[in-house]
T-cell receptor
Framework: SAVISQKPSRDICQRGTSLTIQCQVD?????MFWYRQQPGQSLTLIATANQGSEATYESGFVIDKFPISRPNLTFSTLTVSNMSPEDSSIYLCSGGNSYGETQYFGPGTRLLVL | KQEVTQIPAALSVPEGENLVLNCSFT??????LQWFRQDPGKGLTSLLL?????REQTSGRLNASLDKSSGRSTLYIAASQPGDSATYLC????????????FGSGTRLSIRP
């Protein structure tokens, strides 16, 4: 199994600013993902974080708004850029080693944009 | 396009009852299906993972079944306890796009003492 931690756990930010969320896994994982969970809704995949290369974004998400880094097999960051109140959500990091195995999730980062 | 639906959206039962949570998906060509639990303000905890070739998985008081042909999965919770109160999420990994898990909207479960 993998234990995933995220920093910060929550933040309140002003419109127009940016926030970088860190994700740390306690063991090497092949795959890392970033999800968004808007209030009262389920999880939506933002992107797959690829080690050493650009992330793969899902439809509706772009690199300029959500730049992602993944320098190694245990760490990734997600930046929410030029924030607006619509970006208020929980952002979750996830990781796993194989599509046939369990995918693990971090505790999430609660973001409120004023 | 794969869609995952969970009914009911919310459920409240007295402690001790056995209960069933339902999950349906529109495309039967799946890689696997996973049930998660989410507590308020927290991340997701994996409960059970069923591969496409399997019919069910069990862990303690939990039993998850999978019927691919009908596009259904159920999560059975035996002898429910107040500590089981949480949101339960069903997630499907499509066979055509195994990199992406598609989540249902969840069932918010409340167990009354």
């Amino acid at each position: 199994s993998a234990v995933i931690s995220q920093k910060p756990s929550r933040d309140i930010c002003q419109r127009g600013t940016s926030l970088t969320i860190q994700c740390q896994v306690d063991s090497q994982v092949t795959m890392m993902f970033w999800y968004r969970q808007q209030p009262g809704q389920s999880l939506t995949l933002i992107a797959t974080a690829n080690q050493g290369s650009e992330a793969t974004y899902e439809s509706g998400f772009v690199i300029d708004k959500f730049p992602i880094s993944r320098p190694n097999l245990t760490f990734s960051t997600l930046t929410v850029s030029n924030m607006s109140p619509e970006d208020s959500s929980i952002y979750l990091c996830s990781g796993g080693n194989s599509y046939g195995e369990t995918q693990y999730f971090g505790p999430g980062t609660r973001l409120l944009v004023l | 396009k794969q869609e995952v639906t969970q009914i009911p959206a919310a459920l409240s039962v007295p402690e001790g009852e056995n209960l069933v949570l339902n999950c349906s998906f529109t495309d039967s060509a799946i890689y696997n299906l996973q049930w998660f639990r989410q507590d308020p303000g927290k991340g997701l905890t994996s409960l059970l993972l069923i591969q496409s070739s399997q019919r069910e998985q069990t862990s303690g008081r939990l039993n998850a079944s999978l019927d691919k042909s009908s596009g259904r999965s159920t999560l059975y919770i035996a002898a429910s306890q107040p500590g089981d109160s949480a949101t339960y999420l069903c997630a499907v990994r499509p066979g055509s796009s195994a990199s992406k898990i598609i989540f249902g909207s969840g069932t918010r479960l409340s167990i009354r003492p």
